[in-house]
T-cell receptor
Framework: GAGVSQSPSNKVTEKGKDVELRCDPI?????LYWYRQSLGQGLEFLIY????????KSGLPSDRFSAERTGGSVSTLTIQRTQQEDSAVYLC????????????FGAGTRLSVL | GQNIDQPTEMTATEGAIVQINCTYQ??????LFWYQQHAGEAPTFLSY????GLEEKGRFSSFLSRSKGYSYLLLKELQMKDSASYLC?????????FGAGTRLTVKP
C-alpha cells in the first residue's frame, strides 16, 4: 500500500472488554513497531517485529497486551480486559530494516475505555 | 535505565531561528532521529544522525555529539506551520526510544 494503514481509527469500549487493533505496514517493510501515546505525552515503545524472528516484547506494559504478525505483514495488537488507563492512541510504524531504517507511521487508533 | 530528555515547550517568533535540544542516556546507540508531529497526526521523519556533526536539510538541521549524548534540531526561518511537537528518538539495538517531545509554538 501507499502507507501504513491502521484500523479502526477510533475505538470506544467498556472496561473489561477485549480489543484488537490492526496494522497493515508498507509493502516490503520487514520491521514493524507498536507504540502507545497518551495525551500530550511522547511515544511509549510496546513491541517490535523483524521479519520472521521472535518479537521484542520488552515494552509491553502487562500480560494483558499481546501482538502477533501473520505472514510477516499484517499485525494485530490485542488488549485483554481493558482498563481505563489503556486509553491512548496506539501507533504502528514500519521500516525497511532495523538500525538506520526510517520509520513510517500510521495515523493511529484512538482507544477510549469507558 | 534509559533517558531521553528534551524541553517540554518552546515558543518562537515567525521568521526566527529556534534550537531544540535533546540529551540521551541509552544502553546502546544505532542512530538518532528527529520526528515532527502535528496535533492529532502521526509523527513524520525529519532527520537522522549516526555520526557526529551537522546534517542540513533545507530549513532544518540536526546536530549530534555521541560523546556528550547530545543532539539538537535547528529550525530556521520559522513559519506558522512549524508549530508542532518535535520528538527526539534514539535507535538502541532493536528498538526506538522516544523522548516526550517538545511542543513548539510559532507566533506571528
Amino acid at each position: 500500500g501507499a502507507g501504513v494503514s491502521q484500523s479502526p481509527s477510533n475505538k470506544v469500549t467498556e472496561k473489561g472488554k477485549d480489543v484488537e487493533l490492526r496494522c497493515d505496514p508498507i509493502s516490503g517493510h520487514t520491521a514493524l513497531y507498536w507504540y502507545r501515546q497518551s495525551l500530550g505525552q511522547g511515544l511509549e515503545f510496546l513491541i517490535y517485529f523483524q521479519g520472521n524472528s521472535a518479537p521484542d516484547k520488552s515494552g509491553l506494559p502487562s500480560d494483558r497486551f499481546s501482538a502477533e504478525r501473520t505472514g510477516g505483514s499484517v499485525s494485530t495488537l490485542t488488549i485483554q480486559r481493558t482498563q481505563q488507563e489503556d486509553s491512548a492512541v496506539y501507533l504502528c510504524a514500519s521500516s525497511t530494516r532495523t538500525g538506520q531504517g526510517i520509520q513510517y507511521f500510521g495515523a493511529g487508533t484512538r482507544l477510549s475505555v469507558l | 535505565g534509559q533517558n531521553i530528555d528534551q524541553p517540554t515547550e518552546m515558543t518562537a517568533t515567525e521568521g526566527a531561528i529556534v534550537q531544540i535540544n535533546c540529551t540521551y542516556q541509552t544502553s546502546g546507540f544505532n542512530g538518532l532521529f528527529w520526528y515532527q508531529q502535528h496535533a492529532g497526526e502521526a509523527p513524520t521523519f525529519l532527520s537522522y544522525n549516526v555520526l557526529d556533526g551537522l546534517e542540513e536539510k533545507g530549513r532544518f538541521s540536526s546536530f549530534l555529539s555521541r560523546s556528550k549524548g547530545y543532539s539538537y534540531l535547528l529550525l530556521k526561518e520559522l513559519q506558522m506551520k512549524d508549530s508542532a511537537s518535535y520528538l527526539c528518538a534514539v535507535h538502541n539495538n532493536n528498538d526506538m526510544r522516544f523522548g516526550a517531545g517538545t511542543r513548539l509554538t510559532v507566533k506571528p
